[in-house]
C-alpha cells in the first residue's frame, strides 16, 4: 500500500531588507525582523499543528483498518493435505483461495465434465446411443454395457455425471465423435476455447495416462462453463439416478439399475452439484458447487489422499473462501 508525504514551510526563509552600518544595526534590524515574524506565527498566520495531528491520526487509524482487512483476505491459512485446490466465486469468476492452482495434475474422472459437455452439445437428451464391443470392455467403474446395449442419452448423461461409467463414456466418445480419437480431439479443442491453458486429453473417462492432465485453474473453468448448461447441471446435482439399457438383442430383457452419486457430500453443507474422481495417480479428486447466503462458489480440490480427507479439504477451501467473501464485503 502507497503513502504520500505532506511537508509544510515556515516564513523562517524570508529576505530581510537591512542597511549595514558600522554600529551594527544589521543585527538589530534583523532581529527585529525576526521577532515581528514570530508575533505574526503567533497571531495565526502559519498553519498550527497541533491541529493537523488529530487529522492525521485518523486517516492512520482508517488506513491501518483498510489495510488489516485486506491483509486477512490475502493471509487465509489453507491447510489441506490435497495436491492442489480452488475456490472461486461463480458470479464474478475471482479466485478466493487457492493451493497450486497452475501445477500439473491427473484429472481423473473430472475428465468426464468434458465428455458430458459435449454429450449435451451433440446430442437431445431423446437420442439413441449404442455400446460398442471396445466402450464394453472399459474398466473399472462401469455399468456392465453389453455390446449392442442401448442408452438414451439422458440415461447417459446420468451414467456419466451420477454414476461415473466409463464404458459409457467411450460409448458417447465413439457415438459423438466417430471414434474415440477423434471425440479427444473434440475435447482438446474444446478446452482450448474455453482458455484450460494447461490441460490435455488423451481419453474421454478419465482413465490414467501420462499424457492427460489438467490444472486446478482449469478445472474450475471446465466446471463453471458445465454449470451452464442446464441438462448438465441438472445431472450433476441429482443425489441418484435409475439408468435402463435396453437388450442388446431379441429374447434379453432391459437391464435397469439405480445409482447414487458418487460425491459423497453432496446436500451437506451447501454443497448442491459435484463431480468427483479417482485413480491410484490421481487420487481423490471433486469439483463442486457450493450455494450459501446467495452466494455461489465453485470449489475443486485435487489429490487427496483419501474419502475422509477429500471431506476435510473441501470443508476447508469452502470455509477459507466464505472468509474471504466476507472480508471483501467489508472492504
Known sequence: MGSSTKSITSARGQTVDTTHNERGSTTRDTVSTRRRA???????????????????????????????????ARSLTLSISAEAAIAVDLETGQALVSKHEDT??????????MTAMLLAENRYPGDLLKCSVGASLQEP????????????????????????????????????????????????????????????????AGLHDQNHYSTAKDLAILFKAALKDPWVAKALGKAEATITASAPSQGESASTLTFENTNRLLGKD??????????????????????????????????????????????????????????????
Open 104 to 113: 500439473l495434475v491427473y484429472p481423473a474422472s473430472l475428465t468426464k465434465l
Open 141 to 204: 467403474t462401469t455399468l456392465g454395457l453389453k455390446p449392442g446395449s442401448v442408452l438414451t442419452a439422458a440415461a447417459a448423461m446420468d451414467a456419466l455425471l451420477v454414476a461415473s461409467a466409463n464404458d459409457v463414456a467411450y460409448m458417447v466418445a465413439e457415438e459423438v465423435g466417430g471414434t474415440a480419437k477423434d471425440f479427444v480431439a473434440m475435447m482438446n479443442a474444446k478446452a482450448k476455447s474455453l482458455g484450460m491453458v494447461h490441460t490435455h486429453f488423451v481419453n474421454p
Open 38 to 72: 514570530d508575533g505574526k506565527r503567533r497571531a495565526g498566520h502559519t498553519p498550527t499543528i497541533h491541529k493537523l495531528i488529530p487529522l492525521a491520526l485518523v486517516g492512520l487509524v482508517l488506513t491501518v483498518g483498510v489495510a488489516a482487512r485486506g491483509m486477512v
Open 270 to 331: 451447501g454443497c448442491v452439484a459435484g463431480k468427483t474422481g479417482h485413480t491410484a495417480q490421481a487420487g481423490k479428486c471433486l469439483a463442486a458447487l457450493y450455494e450459501k447466503e446467495g452466494h455461489r462458489i465453485v470449489a475443486v480440490v485435487l489429490k487427496s489422499p483419501n474419502d475422509d480427507a477429500l471431506a476435510d479439504d473441501m470443508d476447508a477451501i469452502v470455509k477459507a473462501a466464505w472468509q474471504k467473501l466476507q472480508a471483501n464485503k467489508q472492504d
